[in-house]
């Protein structure tokens, strides 16, 4: 029996494309899409969105150190806001894609009590600043090279090393839940927005 090489190529190229950084897909955000998410998962498929209810929520780690830009970067310093944590490598095309997504979110939402933090899994600081300032981001980013703050998450919550992940912490400092895709604006505010009212 003779391969096609054509095919063979085909084959190929699509299992590269699965294996990038992610495979963008939208994240559901009103119940209508999150029920469906639900019912895939159920069936063995993989939901988007990881909800964590309030009573269960773990203690988000403490990610800490250097920035991208040099100074110094604390998630907790931004305890009593809901921080939208995004796990980003400047080679990576979703990344680039979501990140002025994540920009104008914290933006618009800001006075509401949104933070943004990035975390650049690059290797060159050098390299994860480029991207920050070509992209004008207002937001700070820890620089992690290989994502190595990432292994103290609770086991199952999101693979370190498939991005772009993001991570949802509320304002008391757990996590809330998480999506390893890309996120659009509507995605976040869909997300933060039953989290802000959960601190009034």
């Known amino acids: 029996m003779k391969t096609n090489p054509r095919a063979v190529l085909c084959v190929v190229v699509a299992g590269l494309v699965v294996t990038g950084c992610a495979t963008p897909k939208p994240l559901p955000t009103d119940v209508e899409q999150a029920e469906r998410a639900e019912q895939a998962q159920q069936a063995g498929g993989s939901g988007l969105f990881k909800s964590i209810p309030v009573g269960e929520r773990p203690a988000a780690p403490d990610f800490a150190g250097t920035g991208v830009d040099g100074g110094s970067v604390r998630l907790s310093d931004h305890r009593g806001h809901v921080v939208v944590v995004n796990a980003w490598a400047s080679t990576c095309g979703p990344c680039r894609a979501e990140s002025p997504a994540l920009d104008r979110t914290q933006r ?28 004008a981001l207002s937001y700070p980013s820890l620089h992690d090279p290989g994502g190595k703050q990432f292994l103290k998450l609770p086991n199952g919550l999101v693979n370190p090393r498939i991005l ?3 991570l949802f912490v509320d304002r008391e400092g757990r996590i809330a839940g998480a999506v390893q895709s890309t996120v659009t604006e509507e995605d976040v505010r869909g997300v933060v927005t039953p989290m802000l009212a959960e601190g009034e």
């Not at 618009?108 to 992209?135: E, H, I, N, Y």
Request: aromatic share 6%; hydrophobic share 40%; net charge positive.
């Open 164 to 166: 772009p992940f993001t």
């Open 108 to 135: 618009k939402l800001k006075s509401r009590g949104v933070r943004v933090l990035g975390v650049s899994t690059d290797a060159s600081r050098a390299s994860a600043l480029a991207f920050q300032k070509d992209l």
